[in-house]
């Protein structure tokens, strides 16, 4: 093992060994001397040349030390350490098992001489420089006693109770190695051995003595603090850091033990014992905290006020039905807080209890109480929020009696009251933080004494000041909205009330976000805000004309704020909100006309009918852009909703495209909303003639597509340098319209005709796109006499493969790829080439 001596005697060491070298030092300088005389009484230039050589030997290399062996000092420990354990587990056997036919007497006689020459040959081993092997022994030595207690039990006190033999012996081995290890040289085990055995003497007498469990609470407390005393007045660090362990696991027992009992007990009376028992507990780990560091302060804080909190809470909770045992930790935790408060307001001579690490440890055991609160209240708030979402199946049933029947979804364990006034409880809580974080920094902090509260405020509180203007409302509106579920409140009154807290935030949202406060809790009001609108909306589901009612209001609420709102992207979403509030009322109404969902299909329109009116008059806006792209959204689900009726399809489609060629007018609009113009006529006709079961497609599409190509290339004619018409714009809807139906129509044509007309017209679309170097008309006109082609030659190409082996296809495709790998470069400058051909068309 290694030994690492105190300081002093570290010290004595190094100036004897360096005594020793200056000696050793002497005596090499009188050698050399004489040997320099030596050498100049010698003549000659050999002598010179001796002499030199004595004179500047050159550096001595002592044997080297190849790589992986292990130093002296490791191989000694290992040695020692390995030494000790054979010694002690022999003595072991020794005492236990029988030596020859020695009984247990003569054995401990034995062992009684060995044990006083194990303890003295170390004190004589450090006097001579041997300190590692001395520790070695000196451990073995304290085994040994060990061993003693047990030989003196089994030969002079055969009779005694084990536990109560067990308690003195520790107590009297405790003595004896913390005396030992004041002995000269002070050896390094033996007082941590006395701290571990100090643990034992108080635990077991309790056992000895048959005490009640909470008996051995007190009994861990006052070791626990025993070791504290220790700990803090130690001046060897091993020594203090086994007291620290023990501290933790007899502190942790104590408290363990005291908690399960002060929860276990049936009334007030009962529950004052383990109380007791925490309390004091508690106070001990928080007056700690002036004699340890921050870091060991801020712990002492946390667990003297979770044990101060269990402590008085339990008394309180056994006088409380069971459900409000929530209710009395958390109105423990906030007399805790108040303490504190006033400790740090009226401050007691020294460092105040609140202040610093160990103010931030308290208020972390506050804190933790006060989570707990929240996340046992979570199944309630879930139950009123969230409830009504699965609620999709009772879509205007009728209005319940009450809110909870209105409530599906999560059921919490029992509706009870304490869970609102817990929430409510919190809430006043965190707003009177919040009171405590504003004032202490700006006001209390120049009265001296107050800023030691200053302090406080900006270390662990800080992050509270964004936190709670929207954390404490929200609360609130939780402690609101479960206090009206658990009274089972008129289901209007729930809608209502959850419409008004919808309401305060975004009232909230607004002032937020003109205040100084708006970086943090702007976002928060609007997300609480978004989350009650989806929890009314899907509550109102359950009645019609609360539907209308609640989404009307939810409506004009988010329109309101979005006019009222300075920042963007708040206003964008409350703008887009109120669009889709619209989309749902028209939903609705589309419902209560006993229309079926294609044929209220093109109600739907009316929502992005308005967006665009709207994008016209914000014109480039900011929000512009989100409230259209909402209403297209709109128009994307009347889409969905028609998809099953072909002709009702047709019409939405078409209705969407007069929509979007109508937002085309506006110039920032023109590229894209006339293309998506172009696209909706084109589809809507393609599903107009497929509803139709048209057969010969093209006498309806021909008296369109001659018109447009018309109009393309007066179009295109007309044009000024600068402002030319691309062919897709000119000629892609007419060339459209009659391409693609005929190409569906040629696809399940069995006859010749119709592919051969349609592929010469598409050729003669494709040579005039190349003539003209137009790219609509070479693309589209490409396309269709390849697909043709494909379509012709489909057959054929399926009979040639099934005639093929099988092995040919994977053959053919692996020479593919390796003829394309070997010619890559020159397919992709051909291919570079055509796609800049294409590129310089009109």
Not at 201 to 206: F, H, Q, T, Y
Not at 597 to 620: D, K, Q
Request: net charge positive.
């Amino acid at each position: 093992m290694e030994h690492v001596p105190p300081p002093a005697e570290e010290l004595a060491l190094l100036d004897r060994e360096l005594a020793r070298l200056d000696a050793r030092r002497v005596q090499l300088l009188q050698r050399r001397a004489w040997l320099v005389e030596a050498v100049r009484a010698s003549a000659g230039s050999g002598s010179a040349r001796a002499h030199t050589a004595f004179a500047s030997p050159p550096p001595a290399s002592g044997p080297r030390v190849p790589a992986g062996t292990p130093s002296g000092r490791g191989a000694q420990n290992v040695l020692l350490t390995l030494g000790g354990l054979l010694l002690a587990v022999a003595a072991i056997a020794f005492t236990l098992f029988s030596w020859g036919s020695m009984g247990i007497g003569g054995r401990s006689a034995v062992l009684a001489t060995v044990t006083a020459a194990a303890l003295v040959a170390p004190v004589l081993l450090r006097q001579g420089g041997l300190r590692s092997t001395a520790e070695a022994l000196g451990a073995f030595g304290l085994v040994l006693t060990l061993l003693d207690a047990y030989a003196l039990h089994a030969v002079a006190l055969p009779g005694t109770d084990g536990a109560a033999f067990a308690a003195v012996a520790s107590a009297a081995l405790a003595a004896l190695w913390a005396g030992y290890g004041l002995t000269p040289g002070r050896p390094v085990l033996p007082v941590p051995a006395a701290v571990v055995a100090g643990q034992l003497p108080l635990v077991l007498g309790c056992v000895a003595a048959g005490a009640p469990a909470l008996a051995f609470g007190w009994a861990l407390l006052v070791t626990a603090v025993l070791d504290g005393v220790l700990a803090v007045r130690a001046a060897r660090s091993g020594v203090r850091i086994t007291a620290l362990v023990c501290l933790a696991v007899t502190g942790s027992g104590a408290l363990l033990l005291a908690l399960a009992r002060s929860l276990m007990s049936g009334g007030p009376v009962a529950a004052i014992a383990p109380g007791t028992l925490l309390v004091l507990a508690g106070a001990a780990a928080l007056l700690a905290v002036r004699r340890v560091p921050a870091g060991l302060a801020t712990a002492c804080g946390l667990v003297g006020g979770l044990a101060a909190v269990a402590g008085a809470g339990g008394v309180v909770r056994a006088a409380l039905p069971s459900e409000w045992a929530v209710v009395a930790y958390l109105l423990a935790g906030i007399a805790l807080l108040v303490a504190a408060r006033l400790s740090v307001a009226r401050p007691p001579v020294g460092r105040p209890l609140s202040a610093g690490a160990a103010g931030r440890g308290v208020d972390a055991a506050v804190a933790t109480v006060v989570a707990g609160a929240l996340l046992w209240a979570v199944p309630w708030v879930a139950a009123v929020l969230v409830g009504p979402l699965s609620a999709g199946t009772r879509v205007w049933a009728g209005a319940p009696q009450g809110l909870r029947d209105a409530l599906g979804g999560p059921v919490p364990p029992s509706w009870t009251m304490a869970a609102p006034v817990a929430l409510a409880v919190v809430a006043a809580l965190g707003a009177t933080a919040h009171r405590w974080v504003v004032r202490p920094v700006g006001e209390e902090g120049a009265e001296g004494t107050e800023g030691l509260a200053a302090v406080r405020t900006r270390t662990v509180w800080t992050w509270w000041r964004g936190a709670a203007p929207v954390a404490v409302p929200a609360t609130a509106a939780c402690a609101v909205l479960v206090a009206a579920a658990v009274a089972d409140v008129p289901y209007a009154a729930g809608a209502v009330l959850e419409t008004l807290l919808v309401a305060g935030a975004l009232e909230l949202l607004v002032r937020f976000s003109r205040g100084p406060a708006r970086s943090a809790a702007g976002p928060a009001a609007l997300g609480c805000a978004l989350a009650g609108t989806v929890s009314v909306a899907a509550l109102s589901l359950s009645s019609q004309a609360g539907t209308y009612a609640v989404v009307a209001a939810l409506t004009v609420l988010f329109a309101a704020a979005a006019l009222r709102l300075p920042e963007r992207s708040a206003r964008s979403v409350a703008a887009c909100t109120a669009v889709l509030g619209g989309i749902a009322l028209t939903a609705a109404a589309a419902g209560s006309l006993g229309l079926s969902a294609s044929h209220g299909a093109p109600l739907l329109l009316v929502g992005p009918a308005v967006t665009a009116l709207l994008g016209g008059v914000l014109r480039r806006r900011p929000v512009s852009v989100p409230v259209e792209l909402t209403g297209a959204f709109g128009a994307l689900v009347a889409v969905g909703l028609a998809i099953t009726d072909p002709a009702w399809l047709a019409l939405v489609l078409g209705l969407s495209g007069v929509l979007a060629a109508g937002t085309a007018v506006r110039p920032e609009r023109r590229k894209v909303a006339g293309a998506l113009a172009l696209v909706l006529f084109v589809l809507a006709s393609w599903v107009r003639l497929a509803a139709s079961e048209v057969t010969a497609p093209e006498a309806y599409t021909l008296p369109v597509t001659v018109p447009a190509l018309v109009v393309g290339v007066l179009r295109r004619r007309r044009a000024t340098p600068g402002h030319e018409v691309s062919s897709w714009t000119a000629y892609g809807a007419g060339l459209t319209v009659t391409l693609v139906p005929s190409l569906l129509a040629a696809w399940g044509d069995p006859g010749w005709t119709r592919p051969l007309l349609l592929g010469l017209a598409a050729l003669a679309v494709t040579l005039a796109g190349a003539r003209a170097r137009l790219q609509a008309p070479l693309l589209l006109g490409g396309g269709v006499v390849a697909l043709l082609g494909l379509h012709e030659l489909a057959p054929y190409v399926v009979q040639v493969v099934g005639a093929l082996p099988r092995w040919l296809v994977p053959a053919a495709a692996g020479v593919l790829l390796l003829a394309v790998g070997a010619t890559y470069e020159k397919r992709l400058r051909d291919a570079r080439r055509v796609r800049e051909a294409l590129g310089r068309m009109g």
